[in-house]
């Protein structure tokens, strides 16, 4: 293939408000530990002054993915929707100058919503909470859809996360059709066990439909199969999409395709904020397949990210990825 | 006394963006090293879109100062003007998360100017860089000083960085009647070299007039007084004010007062990134002097805080530096 595009990712485009605390502040604020919660402004404004200080770096699940991968030099490009505000600003030159192209129309100053924000609540355990507030975010329609640029894209990306939102499920369908339309692939994130309670029947349409390779990790799966047993899960998902790819903690990830599966464990590191670990899996997993490398590898790859992202504050890797397989044998 | 501060900082408020660049960039893009520069909102769009992905955190010098008495539990408040916009909401919610009081009006949401920010940008020497657009701040005017608050204040602090403005002198003038008046006393910071060299006169003129202990590093001593010789400029400035307090980089701190002189050196320590140093050490320094200690050791703490800062990205310090005091046999 000789596409514009190695990966264009489709998500929630936000700015992490990233503060420490500790669990008892979680249960006083009323902050479930350990997912993604969605409020309002309100509660936006509420929960914001009663966190410490803060550091603003640019975050949204997708785009720290679609970050990777343009920090390890592949041909990407993201699509998501933020305001021409000073938080919109940030978010388009961190991609822009990672060296992703970001080319999605603004919301307009005028917009009564802002761009989305994400007060993600570190604990000590290094276990991130978040708190998102979409703003404008939630309202990417299909008319921010290129279908040119779909259709120059290898691989599309698609964030579960997406999935709320009056006119997303429509945004992805105009997606889907044009990159699947000019040959190119489907891929997907579960994003979060509670976001699949809200969207299980169209996440499963969608995988069986059209989803080449999916990306989840253990709760996520067997939050989407309604069961407990995780062989269970995995054995009937490997049935229905191309490439799986499952991530589960400490221990490492679960490759399945093609009737193999490779089990890839990862060495222990002191979690710092976890915030991130699976976007930056699913971008240098995905950086290695559309380079070419085994499925193998590109696990090994998503292991190596992930591994440097929660080692430290923030969402996406800070260390030098490229350097990093290097050392390891995988470039 | 008894006053409802001990410490009230005045400063030019500001959100820093961080990001990391190398030598030839600096070059390459015109910013002198390891300086202050002022520069328009045209100068500050083209620099931030030739820098790589940043962070935002909350700076402005005499905020960070202000942000470490906070955090030491002292009585603190801070004066310094934003707008309310998106920076100027994290500027207001970092400090008053801290525990400072901060009751500056808001300039107007149609104001012109946006809040104020700071392109630092940091060489792998742990040296930083900033390009200072002043925004809102630079019209900090007399009626946003609040005789009651001066008065009430132990100490004020002044930041020789907000001498640039047009009514920056009358709004310090102010400060100090209303501060002096009720019998509290004045420090100031020198700032920056190339900030002396814009206001030499009026520094000299208010050191004398006025100021009772003064801030200042090695290069500020040598351009305030005009000479190459460092311990003339410290005998010649030891007469002037009560207190000096002087900071030599890895040589440490120097600290002259009525006749006596300590200096206290400090061990060496990595140096990741120098932003908020000196803005540390007078927090420090300030805040055990309200609290009683001896010069020696306000000298001590400042090094302390001033050390820590430097070990990581971003101008306020994230250790518990109460702790690192104990540590040191300090409290």
Redesign the interface.
Known sequence: MNKDFQIVGIGNAMVDILARCDDAFLSDAGVEKGIMQLIDMDRAVDL??R????????GGSAANTI?VIAQLGGRTAYVGKVKD???GQ?FT??LR??GATYETSLAPKDHEA??GRCIVLVTPDGERSMNTYLGVTEFLAPEDIDDAQMAQAEWIYLEGYRFDGPDSKAAFAKAIDACKGAGGRVSLTLSDPFCIERHRDSFRQMIIDGVDLLFCNRAELLSMYQTDDFETALAQCGTEVDILACTDSENGAHVLAAGERWHLPVAPVEIVDATGAGDAFAGAFLWGLAEGHALDICGRMGNVAAGSVIQHI?P?PEADLRALFEKGGLV
């Open positions: 914001y002054s966190i410490g200080p803060a550091r603003e770096v640019s970050a505000d000073q938080l940030i030159h961190d100058a990672i802002e761009t923030g996406r």
